[in-house]
């Protein structure tokens, strides 16, 4: 930003952000209403509570993401002046937060990681790689259908780090896939699906990898057809300069 004025698509990003969190609010300030209503004395009830107390976190963590994309996206310096700190890329993937460890639990989704033999053990970037793995989890949860898979690979070789992020997701045609990860694009899929999503994870991803000499080439290879709306394999495949 420059002289703290937001252009057109800052703006509408920004739009679409306060509304995901004013949507989150209000969810947290139901189940509370909700949990406040309960009759504690009763163990099954106090378990009831325990589930929607777990809700409210969620409702928290995604405010917390939402303002984190914001600030990523939108700071003036960030790109200049990100902390370089050490930090395990692969622990990020094999220990995903409470947030989305429920969105998995509830959606049945299968997740499983895997890693070559010279995987390095970290590369300098924070909090840039904590926002790539929380922007790939979001999309791959979101999409997938219940009782899908994620796999998440990684591979190194001299000068690159490799991230593969597969799930299954609505089908992309190829001209879809060139448009993607513009800022407000949706599959028409993923559109008809009903899934709630606003096509700004996958464009904030790609500013951020790029921005930090990355590339990103996405893939849509389709299977079968889920409730009649075409699926396939959505690849997200993230190339990262290691910096050891």
Same mark, same amino acid.
């Given at each position: 930003?420059?002289?703290?004025?937001?252009?057109?698509?800052?703006?509408?990003?920004?739009?679409?952000?306060?509304?995901?969190?004013?949507?989150?609010?209000?969810?947290?300030? *139901? #189940?509370?209403?909700?949990?406040?209503?309960? /009759?504690? #004395?009763?163990?099954?009830?106090?378990?009831?509570?325990?589930?929607?107390?777990?809700?409210?976190?969620? =409702?928290?963590?995604?405010?917390?993401?939402?303002?984190?994309?914001?600030?990523?996206?939108?700071? *003036?310096? =960030?790109?200049?002046?990100?902390?370089?700190?050490?930090?395990?890329?692969?622990?990020?993937?094999?220990?995903?937060?409470?947030?989305?460890?429920?969105?998995?639990?509830?959606?049945?989704?299968? =997740?499983? #990681?895997?890693?070559?033999?010279?995987?390095?053990?970290?590369?300098?970037?924070?909090?840039?790689?904590?926002?790539?793995?929380?922007?790939?989890?979001?999309?791959?949860?979101?999409?997938?259908?219940?009782?899908?898979?994620?796999?998440?690979? !990684?591979? #190194?070789? +001299?000068? /690159?780090?490799?991230?593969?992020?597969?799930? /299954?997701?609505? =089908?992309?045609?190829? /001209?879809?896939?060139?448009?993607?990860?513009?800022?407000?694009?949706?599959? +028409?899929?993923?559109?008809? *699906?009903?899934?709630?999503?606003?096509?700004?994870?996958?464009?904030?991803?790609?500013?951020?990898?790029?921005?930090?000499?990355?590339?990103?080439?996405?893939?849509?290879?389709?299977?079968?057809?889920?409730?009649?709306?075409?699926?396939?394999? !959505?690849?997200?495949?993230?190339?990262?300069? +290691?910096?050891?």
């Amino acid at each position: 930003m420059e002289n703290n004025i937001l252009n057109e698509e800052e703006g509408k990003q920004l739009e679409t952000i306060m509304h995901e969190i004013h949507t989150s609010l209000n969810s947290i300030i *139901s #189940t509370m209403g909700d949990i406040s209503r309960l /009759d504690l #004395t009763r163990k099954e009830v106090q378990n009831q509570a325990k589930e929607k107390i777990l809700d409210v976190a969620n =409702y928290a963590e995604s405010i917390r993401m939402y303002l984190n994309y914001w600030q990523l996206s939108n700071s *003036s310096d =960030y790109f200049k002046n990100a902390p370089k700190r050490p930090i395990d890329l692969w622990w990020l993937f094999t220990h995903p937060n409470a947030y989305f460890l429920n969105l998995m639990r509830k959606k049945k989704i299968e =997740y499983n #990681t895997e890693k070559s033999e010279n995987i390095i053990p970290s590369i300098n970037g924070y909090p840039i790689l904590n926002a790539i793995v929380n922007i790939l989890l979001d999309n791959a949860v979101k999409y997938s259908p219940v009782g899908g898979e994620i796999l998440c690979q !990684f591979e #190194t070789t +001299r000068f /690159d780090l490799i991230i593969n992020l597969e799930n /299954d997701g609505p =089908y992309l045609s190829e /001209d879809e896939i060139e448009t993607i990860t513009n800022h407000g694009n949706r599959g +028409r899929n993923a559109i008809i *699906s009903e899934t709630n999503g606003h096509g700004y994870g996958l464009n904030l991803l790609e500013e951020i990898i790029y921005n930090h000499g990355g590339e990103l080439q996405i893939e849509s290879l389709y299977s079968s057809k889920v409730n009649g709306i075409p699926y396939g394999k !959505f690849i997200c495949h993230i190339t990262l300069p +290691r910096s050891n």
